[in-house]
């Protein structure tokens, strides 16, 4: 959600460029890239993963001044869900990430919080819902919103198919491309349980000055 030149976009130009950044794990981050982060300002970052992903591939932040929070996307109910397909993923996530949406929207308006980076491990599913639900909330269109998710395919090399990659167990997995029915997906299951996205938010917990004061800050 920080480039305004995406095409076919309504009133992208709306949405503040340099406050929020959506990455992959920052794991193998090196001096010379914690350099340029600090370089964007950035002051928060926010980790989606769960405690044994942290535990696996620690953020490697070097000397970056930044604060640090975990905000585990996924039910932390001890099941293991590696492997599972994203078809059975994404509405699961609809469906109980909405508490965590709340602190990561809490999080950025914190004083001083921004520019914030997002990231989960590929920065494509947790964290691509995760802005999907922002993105609506500061009014951006399904258009939009889909066009900034299918980014993902290109930063990871995945416009030709899976891609295969190794677990914390050292299992060969296939990180999969990002479609758009599995976004759509999501913001139609969250509509049709909900109304609309801010509802689902304000249901679980965002009050309704909060919505306003994430569009002012996140909005020009």
């Known amino acids: 959600m920080t480039d305004p030149q995406i095409p076919g976009l309504r009133n992208l130009r709306e949405v503040c460029p340099g406050r929020l950044y959506r990455s992959a794990t920052l794991n193998e981050l090196t001096p010379e890239g914690a350099h340029g982060l600090a370089k964007l ?3 928060t970052v926010i980790d989606l993963r769960d405690p044994a992903e942290l535990d696996h591939w620690p953020d490697r932040l070097h000397d970056l001044d930044v604060e640090l929070t975990n905000l585990p996307f996924l039910p932390q109910d001890g099941e293991d869900r590696t492997g599972t397909p994203l078809v059975e993923l994404y509405p699961l996530m609809a469906d109980t990430a909405g508490p965590v949406l709340v602190a990561l929207l809490r999080r950025l308006l914190a004083p001083g919080a921004l520019p914030a980076l997002l990231h989960c491990a590929v920065g494509k599913d947790r964290t691509g819902i995760a802005v999907a639900v922002l993105l609506d909330l500061l009014g951006a269109s399904d258009e939009q919103i889909i066009a900034d998710y299918l980014r993902s395919n290109e930063g990871l090399g995945l416009q030709d ?20 029915e599995l976004l759509t997906g999501v913001l139609e299951r969250i509509r ?12 679980h917990g965002l009050n309704p000055g909060e919505a306003t004061a994430l569009r002012a800050t996140l909005r020009e």
């Open 41 to 43: 300002g950035l002051r």
């Open 192 to 203: 049709q349980r909900h109304g609309s996205i801010e509802a689902y938010l304000i249901g």
């Open 161 to 180: 198919g899976p891609v295969e990659y190794l677990d914390a167990d050292g299992n060969v997995r296939l990180s999969n491309p990002a479609t758009p």
